[in-house]
C-alpha cells in the first residue's frame, strides 16, 4: 500500500512538474513579452529562482535598447545569485555593471558581485585566488559606496577573508618546515610575516623560523654552520625580545645555548 502510494505520488509530481514545463514553452513562444515578464516577476517573488531565470532570459531580447533593459538583465542576474549559481552570476553581474553604470540597480548590482566571488572563496588549505577577487571586489564597493547598509557587514567580511590568507600563507610554509625543508620554510615563514604581520599565528611563525634555522645549520657542514647559526641567534633574540614570556622561551633557550656553544667551540679551534 505504502509503495503504491509512493508511486501515486512521484507520478503527480512528474505531472505537475510536465504541466509546468509546457506551460512554460506555451509562454515562451507566446510572442507577449509583457505577459512574460510579468509570469517571470511572479515566479521570482514566490522565490522560483530557475522558472524565473528561464522567462527572463526568454523575454530579454524583446527589451534591448529599452528602458527595461538593465530591469531584465539585473533580476535575470538576481536570480542566478538568490540560485546560489555564483559563478555565473559573477560573469552576468560584471557584465551588467560594465554596461548599465548608470542603472538605478547598478549598486546592489555590484554589492552582489562582490558577494559571488566570497562565496566562491574555499577554505584556507585550497588556492586562493577567488579570495583575492573577493577582497578587490568588496573593498572597491565600499570606497565607492562609503554610505550604504551593505559596508559594516563588508568590512566583517574583508577581515574573515584576510584572515583566510593569512592561515593560506602559514599553512604553506608550515609544509616546507614539517618536511623538513628548512631552508625554504625559513623563507617561507619570513614573508608570511612581512606580508601579514598582524596574524593569529605570528608567535609561532617567529617560533617556527628559529627552530628551522637551529635545524638549517645543525644539519650543514661545518664551513656553514657558523653563520646559520649567527643567523638562528639573530632571529632567537628578536623573538625574546618580542615574547619574553612564550610557551616556547624555555625549548629556544635550548637551542640558543647549542648554538652557542658551538661557536664558542669553533672560535677556540680557530685560535690554536
Not at 604553506?172 to 631552508?183: C, E, F, V
Amino acid at each position: 500500500m505504502k509503495q503504491t502510494l509512493s508511486y501515486a505520488l512521484c507520478a503527480a509530481a512528474a505531472a505537475i512538474f510536465l504541466c509546468g514545463c509546457s506551460g512554460m514553452n506555451a509562454l515562451l513562444k507566446s510572442g507577449q513579452p509583457e505577459l512574460i515578464y510579468s509570469k517571470a516577476l511572479e515566479y521570482y517573488e514566490k522565490g522560483k529562482w530557475q522558472r524565473a531565470i528561464t522567462l527572463f532570459e526568454g523575454v530579454e531580447h524583446y527589451y534591448q535598447g529599452t528602458s527595461r533593459e538593465d530591469t531584465v538583465s539585473f533580476y535575470k542576474a538576481r536570480s542566478r545569485f538568490k540560485n546560489h549559481d555564483w559563478e555565473t552570476a559573477s560573469t552576468e553581474l560584471d557584465d551588467f555593471r560594465r554596461k548599465f553604470g548608470r542603472s538605478a540597480f547598478i549598486e546592489d548590482a555590484e554589492g552582489m558581485y562582490a558577494l559571488c566571488f566570497y562565496f566562491l572563496s574555499p577554505g584556507p588549505t585550497r588556492d586562493q585566488t577567488m579570495t583575492g577577487h573577493a577582497l578587490i571586489a568588496i573593498n572597491e564597493f565600499m570606497s565607492r559606496y562609503p554610505e550604504s547598509d551593505q559596508v559594516e557587514n563588508f568590512k566583517k567580511i574583508n577581515a574573515e577573508l584576510t584572515e583566510r590568507l593569512h592561515e593560506k600563507s602559514y599553512l604553506n610554509a608550515y609544509t616546507y618546515y614539517k618536511i623538513g625543508r628548512y631552508k625554504s620554510a625559513i623563507v617561507a615563514l619570513k614573508n608570511a610575516l612581512k606580508e601579514y604581520p598582524e596574524s593569529k599565528h605570528r608567535e609561532e611563525i617567529m617560533y617556527l623560523i628559529v627552530d628551522a634555522s637551529y635545524r638549517f645549520a645543525s644539519n650543514s657542514i661545518a664551513s656553514k654552520q657558523t653563520d646559520r647559526y649567527l643567523a638562528m641567534l639573530d632571529s632567537y633574540l628578536s623573538f625574546k625580545e618580542e615574547y619574553p614570556e612564550s610557551k616556547y622561551v624555555k625549548d629556544l633557550d635550548r637551542m640558543a645555548k647549542h648554538a652557542r656553544d658551538y661557536l664558542d667551540r669553533n672560535n677556540k679551534d680557530n685560535n690554536i
